[in-house]
């Protein structure tokens, strides 16, 4: 049984933004989708290090929605949402709720059975996929999936950045830490090299390797996926579109 899960984020996002401003280097990623394959447990994140430590990725939100406004996949409709956003400090829950029931509106009008969306701590992505299906329909779920993500992707990095990575750090390590410790999870030292050192011993079972906080812990699943990481477990309920 092949097993599915949702990643991405804001890391599409930049990655998207990179490519449009021509830089090289991010070509083993997928630009165009949150949904990609990866293994079942959750220490399936990243292979960065903490040598960007300190960088950011914009001078302030401001910069980084007009970034995403000059992407090609962002809509008129988003453009329009991301220009209130610059006025009013951001994307609101509102909004942000109101994109993802739009976009699963958009896959169960393509065939798919009414699904429940994944939610860590306020941060919605896809929920770990029971693959049953053939190759053709896993390639025509990725078509949909990108299709549906596309009418929302700006919306969401937008959201996702402002609640999971205010200080717009380029390295995850440090703004997943941050994220942490900005939720009162871990204390104030705790490190990027803290978390990227307890993350390699992840197995996704067996002991906990944190100090602070349960890798089931909500908050902290709900850091990882606003900074683009798979934060589905191998024991954690999965859905079956394909049934």
Request: glycine fraction near 8%; hydrophobic fraction near 30%.
């Amino acid at each position: 049984m092949i097993r599915k899960t949702a990643i991405a984020r804001y890391l599409a996002v930049m990655i998207a933004i990179a490519l449009s401003a021509g830089l090289t280097g991010c070509g083993n990623s997928d630009t165009n989708s949150q949904a990609e394959l990866s293994p079942s447990s959750s220490s399936s994140t990243s292979n960065q290090s903490t040598s960007s430590e300190g960088q950011r990725i914009a001078g302030s939100l401001n910069d980084y929605i007009d970034q995403v406004m000059n992407l090609k996949t962002t809509t008129e409709q988003q453009k329009t949402i991301l220009q209130q956003a610059k006025q009013n400090g951001g994307v609101t829950v509102s909004q942000y709720e109101q994109a993802w029931s739009n976009f699963k509106t958009c896959m169960t009008n393509r065939g798919y059975p009414d699904f429940k969306l994944a939610k860590y701590n306020g941060i919605y992505s896809m929920p770990g996929l029971d693959f049953t299906g053939t190759e053709a329909q896993w390639n025509e779920y990725k078509a949909n999936y990108n299709t549906c993500y596309d009418s929302i992707k700006a919306i969401d990095g937008v959201y996702v950045m402002q609640v999971g990575n205010p200080n717009l750090y380029s390295d995850t390590y440090e703004a997943v830490a941050d994220c942490l410790r900005r939720s009162g999870v871990a204390p104030n030292t705790y490190t990027a090299k803290d978390l990227q050192r307890e993350m390699a011993e992840d197995q996704g079972s067996g002991d906990n390797p944190y100090q602070y906080f349960d890798r089931k812990n909500a908050t902290f699943r709900g850091c990882k996926a606003a900074n683009g990481w798979d934060s589905t477990y191998s024991d954690d309920e999965r859905v079956n579109l394909w049934r």
